[in-house]
């Protein structure tokens, strides 16, 4: 990344891009330069929104505010934020958002619109979860579609736009959007014990109240049969997205594009099939260890590599999966049916 070549206030934007997440920061860095400051500022963009929904000192109606606002800040030049809680961890980013804003305003107005419109449409759908829980399984879709299928909406758009994929790329956005919701539900059911110890919540009412009386209790040792019973459930919703991922991926063509998509993608398959029947996750926050991710990573350069990294993972949920473990027969249908597309 011949980072000489960007300006002063970019290479500051990718300075924060590796505060933020230091391994995904190298994939975007790595990316086609006509797309790598876009996404950056994108990512960047984003993050900003999510320190604001994240951050639970900021008072209800003045968060609303701020997120339905979030796409005409952007726009705002010298805009910053001074009044995130002690324990945001991107705070540093809303205190210098002028940097993301002023590199924001030099990008190609097409790549400026598909931002806004995707921050708009995304803080709007933030605010309206400020108000209301996740409970019927239309929720969950919803939620997950403004937090992260939107994300693949916007991508999917500026690939289209940069001319390095087809345009139909940036059309058939339900794929995309399967592409972030298989993430999200991913990073929701992994994530459950840290979520609910910080009283939130993102598992649908609509599943684990047929196995609690409240939301601690999905967590709890002496409920721990039932609380597996809800794990496996929000696993096989997440499974669900495989077949649209494998159809999103055949159709990326440029190589630093498919590997920006299909890391996260490999990652998330490992984590879930972690997950599945994996009580360790009711009491802490489980990840695939690094040298397994570094392995995916270094798998996920071709559709072949990641057609086979995908069969290998579902091989290894069918082992997983014994008669009696609940959705037994549900898994059994994803593994059967997988290893006869993959
Ligand atoms: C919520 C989320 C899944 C959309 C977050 N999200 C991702 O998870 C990142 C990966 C990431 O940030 N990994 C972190 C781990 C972590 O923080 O959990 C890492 O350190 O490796 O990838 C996604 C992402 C990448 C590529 C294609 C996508 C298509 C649709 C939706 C999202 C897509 C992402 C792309 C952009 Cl532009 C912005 C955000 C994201």
């Keep these: 990344t011949n980072k000489l070549q960007v300006s002063g206030e970019m290479k500051r934007c990718y300075d924060f891009l590796e505060m933020t997440s230091r391994s995904f920061a190298a994939v975007i860095q790595e990316l086609n330069p006509k797309l790598r400051d876009g996404i950056c500022l994108f990512y960047l963009v984003l993050r900003g929104l999510d320190t604001i929904e994240d951050d639970m000192t900021i008072p209800g109606a003045k968060k609303r505010h701020l997120l339905e606002s979030f796409h005409e800040i952007i726009y705002q030049k010298g805009w910053t934020f001074k009044e995130s809680g002690p324990d945001e961890k991107d705070a540093i980013l809303l205190v210098e958002f002028e940097v993301v804003i002023a590199e924001f305003l030099r990008l190609p107005t097409e790549y400026q619109e598909v931002i806004a419109d995707i921050t708009r449409r995304m803080g709007a759908g933030m605010a309206k979860y400020t108000r209301s829980r996740v409970v019927t399984m239309d929720d969950y879709d919803e939620y997950c579609h403004y937090v992260a299928g939107l994300v693949g909406h916007g991508l999917s758009r500026l690939f289209a736009v940069s001319g390095l994929e087809d345009k139909s790329v940036g059309e058939n956005l339900e794929l995309a959007n399967s592409m972030g919701l298989f993430l999200q539900k991913t990073n929701i059911t992994r994530d459950i014990n840290e979520d609910v110890l910080d009283g939130r919540c993102f ?14 209790e999905i967590i709890s040792k002496r409920n721990r049969d039932n609380g597996l019973c809800a794990l496996n459930e929000m696993c096989v919703n997440a499974l669900s997205y495989i077949p649209h991922v494998m159809d999103y991926l055949s159709q990326i063509k440029e190589p630093s594009v498919f590997r920006f998509c299909a890391i996260p993608q490999v990652m998330a398959i490992a984590t879930i099939v972690l997950c599945f029947n994996n009580a360790n996750v009711l009491d802490d926050n489980v990840k695939i260890r690094k040298g397994e991710a570094l392995k995916l990573i270094s798998q996920a350069t071709t559709m072949d590599n990641v057609k086979r990294v995908f069969y290998w993972y579902l091989v290894a949920l069918e082992k997983k999966n014994h008669p009696g473990s609940h959705m037994y ?3 059994r249908k994803i593994t059967d049916k997988a290893k006869k597309d993959i």
């Design 203 to 216: 598992w649908p009412k609509a599943v684990w109240s047929k196995y609690a009386e409240n939301e601690e």
């Design 329 to 331: 027969e549900e898994v």
